[in-house]
Structure formats: structure tokens, C-alpha cells
């Protein structure tokens, strides 16, 4: 059954340092997403990406966040200088042909800011 | 924008039992209504879903069924067991691109 991958699943990094997120959505998917989970709280919404650019973003997905999908297969988060309060799992997603419908996770990258 | 609840936040069920799930939303063109299951270590899973224009839907032990009158849906488990032991979210959404999330249901069963 395809997957969604996520790398590292792990992620320890300085505050300050930048850090990219990375990720293998489905193939013929046409819908892409970051979502985080702070430890035992709600999912939470960052930003939904189509046909090459951000379709929404949330207030939390703010100038020290970007996303790509550099080539057909590959999706990114980047997060430039972190802070303490992004300590966090990172869920990547993605959906076939409906915007928000169906929605796939990976297993997540859980990111640690010192 | 959508405010969404869900009730319990925790659940305790013995084995064989039924659990239910609530979950409330806001916003009145939301027209999506699925349900996600989260494992220890693992990322949400969709189990099932339903659309605004079906009232009920079923897929062997879980069920999920709509009122959109009162603007609420709910998961229905029966003969639970101890795999059914998860978090699990509602996430209504109007088609727009942006989801959100209940708070979650902890899901305890007693074997």
C-alpha cells in the first residue's frame, strides 16, 4: 500500500539553526500538507500547498517558515531560525483529489529545538 | 472560522462494549465529516468518512453518522477491542483548504 514518508524521524537542533523537514508524499496525489502536534495536544493546521504554490497557511506558519517540492516527488518544510516553542512532531500529508479530503500521514519527524 | 469539539476528551470501555464519540463543529457549510485514529508513535489515520448529503455510513465495527440540523457527528465503535486503544479525531471540514482538527478522544480498552 503506497505511504507517505517522512525524514529524519528524529530532529535535534539548536535554537536558531535552521532545519528542513522532508518528505515523499503519495505519487499521484495532488494535495500536500504540514501539520504539528505538540506533545498530547490537538493536530494543528500550518500549511496546504497545490499545484506548485501555498493554497493557505496558517498564523502560525509565519516569515521563518517556507515550504517546497523541488522536483515531482519530494516536499519540504524549512524552518529558518528556531525557537523553543517549535519543539514539536511534524506531520506531513497528503490527499488525492480533493483539497482536505482523505488526508494520508507519514509517521512524522519530531523535532527537538535546544 | 470553524470552531470544532469533541466529547469525551477520555473514554474507558471494557472489552466487547461500545464507545461513541461527538464531535461538534461551527460552521455551517462544512459538508466533509471524517474520523482519524492515532497510534502511540504514529501519525492520524482515516477510518472513515461521510459526506453532508448521507446520514450514516458503516464499515464493519465502526460507524459514523451525521446531523446536520444540530451541526454535530458522531463515531460509533461497537465490539471494542484492545487495538481500538488510540486517540482519535474529528476534522469537519467545508472543502476549503485548510483543516481543523478536534482536540482529540483518548480511547482506553480494558481487555
Known amino acids: 500500500e503506497p505511504e507517505v514518508t517522512q525524514t529524519p524521524s528524529h530532529q535535534v537542533t539548536q535554537m536558531g539553526q535552521e532545519v528542513i523537514l522532508r518528505c515523499v508524499p503519495i505519487s499521484n496525489h495532488l494535495y500536500f500538507y504540514w501539520y504539528r502536534q505538540i506533545l498530547g495536544q490537538k493536530v494543528e493546521f500550518l500549511v496546504s500547498f497545490y499545484n506548485n504554490e501555498i493554497s493557505e497557511k496558517s498564523e502560525i506558519f509565519d516569515d521563518q517558515f517556507s515550504v517546497e517540492r523541488p522536483d515531482g516527488s519530494n516536499f519540504t518544510l524549512k524552518i529558518r531560525s528556531t525557537k523553543l516553542e517549535d519543539s514539536a512532531m511534524y506531520f506531513c500529508?497528503?490527499?488525492?483529489?480533493?483539497?482536505?479530503?482523505?488526508?494520508?500521514f507519514g509517521s512524522g519527524t519530531q523535532l527537538s529545538v535546544l | 472560522g470553524e470552531n470544532v469539539e469533541q466529547h469525551p476528551s477520555t473514554l474507558s470501555v471494557q472489552e466487547g462494549d461500545s464507545a461513541v464519540i461527538k464531535c461538534t463543529y461551527s460552521d455551517s457549510a462544512s459538508n466533509y465529516f471524517p474520523w482519524y485514529k492515532q497510534e502511540l508513535g504514529k501519525g492520524p489515520q482515516l477510518i472513515i468518512d461521510?459526506?453532508?448529503?448521507?446520514g450514516e455510513k458503516k464499515d464493519q465495527r465502526i460507524a459514523v453518522t451525521l446531523n446536520k440540523t444540530a451541526k454535530h457527528f458522531s463515531l460509533h465503535i461497537t465490539e471494542t477491542q484492545p487495538e481500538d486503544s488510540a486517540v482519535y479525531f474529528c476534522a469537519p471540514n467545508t472543502g476549503g483548504f485548510k483543516t481543523i482538527f478536534g482536540a482529540g478522544t483518548r480511547l482506553f480498552v480494558k481487555a
Open positions: 500529508a497528503s490527499s488525492p483529489d480533493r483539497r482536505n479530503e482523505k488526508l494520508f
Open positions: 461521510i459526506r453532508s448529503n448521507v
